[in-house]
């Protein structure tokens, strides 16, 4: 039990579709991400989300949009997405955005297929 | 800037057999170190971390993993492998933003393999 629980594990779409990933932590932290694993490639991060506050964002396209409602729970909204955004969606959470040092979390992730 | 570098992505080792997975770093400042570990169908697991004290760092499940400055090496090692260590692993660098902020910067990833 790692303390962040993701809905749906696995998700399957069509490129007019719109969807939503959550992701729930239990550990009271303040910090939450959203990270992309495709086979092959580093993971990547997306989004980070302080206090429910969104302090980064890496360039990701517009077809993916953020939202966090409260420091325990993050959402990915999906729209119009491509063939080439299948991937692994792994959501993570640490106590302090700004402490290097603290460990991430991660929930066991979302499988997309966008077909 | 900072950078993790994983040399193999795919180890196969016997059970009962040392295990190293190889990860060199390039980094402008002091790097802090991390190795997560994902096991089928689940998230990263934090194995150990290097956060600039000792250089000899050990993790759960048995692993260890050595900083060396002079080699940009952090190398992850366990005496003798187990099936259950069959997994993903990554290794992963800080990297530190001009707000405060920080990401990990990760590898590509090695998927060990433990044989009977």
């Known amino acids: 039990e790692t303390g962040v629980t993701q809905t749906p594990r696995h998700l399957v779409m069509g490129m007019t579709n719109k969807k939503s990933l959550k992701c729930e932590q239990h550990?009271?932290?303040?910090?939450m991400y959203w990270y992309k694993q495709s086979a092959k490639k580093p993971l990547e991060l997306m989004f980070v989300?302080?206090?429910?506050?969104?302090?980064e964002n890496n360039s990701v396209p517009s077809r993916f949009s953020p939202e966090c409602p409260n420091s325990s729970h993050l959402f990915l909204h999906l729209h119009t997405l491509q063939p080439e955004d299948s991937a692994l969606y792994l959501c993570?959470?640490?106590?302090?955005?700004?402490?290097?040092?603290?460990?991430?979390?991660f929930g066991p992730g979302t499988r997309l297929t966008v077909l | 800037a900072q950078s993790v570098t994983q040399l193999g992505s795919h180890v196969s080792v016997s059970e009962g057999a040392l295990v190293l997975l190889r990860c060199n770093y390039s980094?402008?400042?002091?790097?802090?170190l991390f190795w997560y570990v994902q096991y089928p169908n689940q998230g990263l697991q934090l194995l150990l971390k290097?956060?600039?004290?000792?250089?000899l760092v050990k993790g759960i499940n048995g692993f260890e993993a050595e900083f060396k400055k002079s080699e940009t090496s952090f190398h992850l090692t366990k005496p003798s492998a187990h099936m259950s260590d069959a997994a993903e692993y990554f290794c992963?660098?800080?990297?530190?933003?001009?707000?405060?902020?920080?990401?990990?910067?990760f590898g590509t990833g090695t998927r060990l393999k433990v044989l009977a």
């Open positions: 550990l009271g932290h303040n910090a």
């Open positions: 992963a660098v800080i990297l530190w933003g001009f707000s405060g902020t920080y990401k990990y910067i």
């Open positions: 290097y956060t600039s004290a000792a250089t």
């Open positions: 989300y302080s206090l429910e506050e969104r302090v």
């Open positions: 980094s402008s400042v002091p790097p802090y």
């Open positions: 993570a959470s640490s106590p302090n955005v700004l402490e290097s040092t603290d460990t991430q979390y």
